[in-house]
Nanobody
Framework: QVQLVESGGGLVQAGGSLRLSCAAA??????????MGWFRQTPGKEREFVAA????????DYADSVKGRFTISRDNAKNTVYLQMDRVEPEDTAVYYC???????????????WGQGTQVTVSS
């Protein structure tokens, strides 16, 4: 059963912007009460942390590689989490996954629900 659905991926030129969305597909997931995270993965590499936002107080956390360029946010009314990607670089090319968990942070093991991913390709 798909629990989270990502959208907004696509092809973008280096230096451009893209906004990813992550919506809960099942009623038992209320994004405001979960730690929400974004991860990414490229072929042959492990999935890596990109950004997270804590439940209730919305405290963000970012990987050093995206700090200052990406912004994670949450719209509780739409039960959706976003990842605004600005000044993208070819190194940002990956499949991006949304996740929900009980413990905020960068550990994959802390997240319980996952989406199926959306491809982001940055051309140079």
């Amino acid at each position: 059963q798909v629990q989270l659905v990502e959208s907004g991926g696509g092809l973008v030129q280096a230096g451009g912007s893209l906004r990813l969305s992550c919506a809960a597909a099942v009623s038992e997931i209320t994004v405001s009460t979960y730690a929400m995270g974004w991860f990414r993965q490229t072929p042959g590499k492990e999935r890596e942390f990109v950004a997270a936002i804590s439940p209730m107080r919305d405290i963000p956390d970012y990987a050093d590689s995206v700090k200052g360029r990406f912004t994670i946010s949450r719209d509780n009314a739409k039960n959706t989490v976003y990842l605004q990607m600005d000044r993208v670089e070819p190194e940002d090319t990956a499949v991006y996954y949304c996740a929900a968990g009980n413990i905020p942070g960068n550990a994959i093991s802390a997240y319980v629900y996952w989406g199926q991913g959306t491809q982001v390709t940055v051309s140079s």
